[in-house]
């Protein structure tokens, strides 16, 4: 029983970051077996800044995409090689990763990552944390001598631990980390954050 009380526990966690648009991720969560080099939505003016995301249901894809119309920047959404696929595989297997550690295998190449001074990177929170791909995403790119900056997007859980992870990731890189943000469709604290980052057009 107890056992069981667990395992529903972590489906409404997971259910509370990502349930939101999950229909609508099954599609976008596609992915190829082999690495590619990912098309970069280029901005209109802030091209020393890149926005990365990973998007299961397509939330974060839109929380990303408002970012990179306040602020001119480059654009890469990110992806695993093997895709998770629905919402209950999803479940599964971001528990599995999260618990025994393991950094999925990256499907998207960066283009000319070294040229950016700014990297904003976006995730859905998963039992409050980031989701182990962008462990690896540190794992395959040098970050040393960048400014990292993490948004999320959660239907209520805050930035909080997710965001102490990234910072720890950006400092063991050798990055220097600034604070970040839950994306909440409040689009005016978006800005404000923005603003205060010297990020907003």
Known sequence: MLVLGLGMLAMLVFSACSRSGSQNGNSNASSSSSTKTARVQKGNSNNKTLIVYFSLSGTTKSAAQYIQRQTGAD???????????????????????????????LATRIPNFSKYNTVLIGYPTWWQRPPMLIHTLFD????????????????????????KIIRQLAQDDGATYKQGIRYDNNNSKVRSWLSGLGLEK
């Open 140 to 163: 395959k790119y040098n970050f040393s001598g960048k400014t990292v900056i993490p948004f999320t997007t959660s239907m209520s859980t805050p930035l909080g631990l997710s965001a």
């Open 75 to 105: 654009m890469v959404r990110i992806r695993p090689t093997k895709a998770y696929g629905n919402y209950d595989s999803a479940v599964k297997r971001g528990e599995r990763e999260l618990r025994n550690n393991i950094h999925p295998a």
